[in-house]
DNA sequence: GTCGAATGTGAGGTCGCCCTCACGTTCCCG
DNA sequence: CGGGAACGTGAGGGCGACCTCACATTCGAC
């Protein structure tokens, strides 16, 4: 991908859309290998033939269904931003009888799970470049913190509403970091980043959640304000 | 750059090394339009061309100091990770007197001016794509990590040592993600963002500091543990 | 001022990558 | 089974990026 690439189809030009079952299978693998691709080499450094060969198939199918390297790229974006939406709406949404605690853990749970299935999401979400492709990785946080505020407003009781947006964005930029770090390191010391960011997690929401006194759970202590 | 420059120069292959004053000063300026230029369109998209011309000088010069694109890459990782290390060493080195909240705001401050000063600096920390660039972000942020441990070995007296680094891991991923998040939205939006991400850490680390019991600025209540 | 070394220059060689296109193959409908 | 549409293929055109090299300019020691 050159520079002067910057101005190329605005996301998905004028292409054949799949209408057979095999061609939809075919874009389906070059969407696979398109992310292994770029998890493993960078997405500038990518190359169209990489990804056809990788697809097992030729490049010319490729530009059959996708007018440029870009439109894959974003395909890519779309794909995963559906299934983190996905992930959102049926693994986080909240569970009733759960502790605001359990809800955390087990949304940081699922999210690492995610993670580690599928290597080239981790890739793509964070380790591109320019400015351009930043805006994706963005928007997708965006998305998850606009969820996040709602989960707040159910569940975070004392966080004045004002503050909310600050700190879902807070919260989603800090459980990706730790996510992503802990996928740099090997996978025992990984989750004890996990564990250590749970906590963090815990004692940082811990004034902004509503305390329902008494619990039977509780460890006594009583909260910070 | 290439998917095939790979195995390219290692770093700083052989070329001159400037020795009169005026080439001393150009590869200066070489190193500060590439530092701009990789912040402007990420590090595989800038070209050569785009860092002589911003450097006011010939790719003829560059390639008399440079062996190839990598290695002016590695050579401003290195110029900044010296820098860090400065600022580790004079601006974060704890003060006499200074509670270890002030140590941490003080500290967070620090590190928001500097990224906010050197527009190049935050954008080379993080937004590059393939793992041989990872690499060196990762390295910078463990030779921060390092030198966290240092500091909470000295003031998180409540902290075994056993976990030590892994917090320093989580401290500094943390406050690396809160100031890019906060560079990227508005400077008024961007400062609720450090503000809250200070309370995080405050709440976070509240359990691991040294609590000489009866301090007059504390709240009563006990550590979590 | 002289001269050799250090430094500066930019047109162009070379190469890899994106994408096209003309042709071959498979599918599907009647 | 015949024909047209959808799909698949890969050699190659074109282009832009990296880097070289032969030559020009500046520096500094004597």
Do not use: C
């Not at 805006?135 to 965006?142: F, K």
């Amino acid at each position: 991908m050159k520079a002067s690439d910057r101005e190329a189809a605005p996301a998905g030009a004028a292409r054949k859309v799949p209408t057979q079952d095999r061609s939809k299978q075919r874009v389906e693998r070059i969407l696979d290998a398109a992310a292994d691709v770029f998890a493993e080499v960078g997405i500038e450094a990518a190359t169209t033939e990489a990804i056809a060969a990788k697809a097992e198939t030729s490049i010319g199918s490729l530009y059959q269904f996708f007018p440029n390297k870009k439109a894959i790229f974003y395909a890519i974006v779309a794909r995963y931003a559906e299934r983190v939406r996905e992930l959102f709406d049926y693994e986080v949404a909240p569970i009733a009888g759960r502790t605001w605690q359990e809800q955390i853990d087990a949304s940081i749970d699922v999210l690492y799970a995610f993670h580690h299935v599928d290597a080239g999401f981790r890739a793509i979400l964070r380790n591109w470049s320019s400015g351009e492709f930043l805006e994706a990785d963005d928007a997708i946080n965006r998305e998850f913190a606009r969820r996040t505020e709602a989960l707040l407003e159910a569940h975070a009781k004392a966080l004045p509403a004002a503050k909310r947006r600050v700190v879902a964005e807070v919260l989603v930029e800090t459980v990706s970091a730790m996510l992503i770090l802990s996928a740099r390191r090997d996978p025992e010391h990984g989750k004890l980043i996990v564990a250590e960011a749970k906590a963090m997690l815990h004692r940082y929401l811990e004034p902004y959640s509503a305390r329902p006194r008494g619990r039977p759970k509780g460890t006594g202590k009583k909260p910070a304000k």
